[in-house]
């Protein structure tokens, strides 16, 4: 998608844009044709600074989208986690936003940058937003289903219980018992084997 741009009614030489910027949309200001600040946000914040805008041209009303419930526990070692807070001695912010798993969580860094955050499958260098890794000072929890009970794992880990065998004729019994009396002596014939068991049955009747 191109860039949006929106020019001044006056001089058409001073004029804002937005492009997106890998997970963020940036708006850049130009003043005289000559670029002058920028800014970055998620594109829910952008969206909610849309909805303003578009109250202010009179076409909806505006205010801020309702956001979903937060997650309630803190992430732990493997979490999917969005970066809050860069690591605010080394970047300006390009990673806040950003989306990844959280790989290590350092109790020795004095909550300057205890969190060490991996992007895509982790084969970049550090400092790679794609598939980098990148220490940062806070995250939070990507809203995802709770985890499972021990009680809720153990019935999906359950093997399922094996369907009983078929009831058995009581004639098979004897059937079995014959070819096991004959076998020592011969290989036992059919016919043999149905006279034994015959007499097996009316032995036990």
């Known amino acids: 998608m191109e ?23 940036g708006l850049k200001s130009y003043h005289d044709g000559d670029f002058c600040i920028s800014a970055y946000a998620s594109p829910a914040k952008f969206r909610t600074f849309a909805r303003g805008i578009l109250a202010l041209a009179d076409e909806i009303d505006g205010g801020e989208v309702a956001e979903a419930p937060k997650p309630t526990r803190a992430p732990v070692v493997g979490d999917k986690v969005r970066i ?13 936003g950003l989306i ?25 260098e550090h400092g790679d937003r794609i598939n980098g890794t990148w220490y940062v000072k806070r995250v939070e929890l990507v809203d995802e289903p709770e985890p499972l009970a021990d009680w809720e794992r153990d019935l999906l880990d359950e093997a399922p219980a094996d369907e009983p065998a078929p009831a058995r004729s009581y004639r098979a019994k004897y059937v079995e018992e014959a070819r096991e009396l004959l076998a020592p002596f011969r290989t036992p014939g059919v016919e043999d084997v149905i006279k034994l068991a015959m007499w097996l049955a009316n032995e036990d009747a």
């Open 84 to 96: 809050l807070e860069d690591d605010p001695g080394n970047r300006t912010g390009e990673f806040v």
């Open 100 to 124: 990844g798993t959280l790989k290590v969580e350092d109790p020795n860094s004095f909550g300057y940058t205890p969190f060490l955050v991996w992007f895509g499958d982790g084969s970049g």
């Open 3 to 25: 860039d949006v741009k929106i020019t001044c009614e006056g001089d058409d030489r001073d004029y804002f844009t937005a492009e997106r910027d890998g997970r963020d949309i």
